[in-house]
């Protein structure tokens, strides 16, 4: 099995920054791409930003500018930075991993709120 864990997720004003992190755990070999999505109350699930394991990067266009997604060295980490922060950003993020062999997994989630 492999799990994915994320953290830094919490309550910030608009204008802030966050910095979220998820690891992922187990047995497999390898992860290729992974990615942030999130989920506000009362929408569907949306892409925030994913990057392979060759450091291309995509993000969606409320996003960019703001938001930088990275993976760590060790290549089983990644991060997102969330900069300039805005109300409507306030959503479940959830970290996603593509695993060699494996298929897609997700995080449980973590909760970032933005205030006026």
């Known amino acids: 099995q492999v799990q994915l864990v994320e953290s830094g997720g919490g309550l910030v004003q608009a204008g802030g920054s966050l910095r979220l992190s998820c690891a992922a755990s187990?047995?497999?070999?390898?992860?290729?791409?992974m990615g942030w999505y999130r989920q506000a109350p009362g929408k569907q699930r949306e892409l925030v930003a994913t990057?392979?394991?060759?450091?291309?990067?995509n993000y969606a266009d409320s996003v960019k500018g703001r938001f930088t997604i990275s993976r760590g060295n060790a290549k089983n980490t990644e991060y997102l930075q969330m900069n300039s922060l805005k109300p409507e950003d306030t959503a479940v993020y959830y970290c996603?991993?593509?695993?060699?062999?494996?298929?897609?997994?997700w995080g449980q989630g973590t909760q970032v709120t933005v205030s006026l």
């Open positions: 996603n991993a593509w695993v060699t062999l494996k298929g897609t997994y």
């Open positions: 187990g047995s497999f070999i390898s992860l290729n791409s």
């Open positions: 990057i392979t394991s060759g450091g291309s990067r």
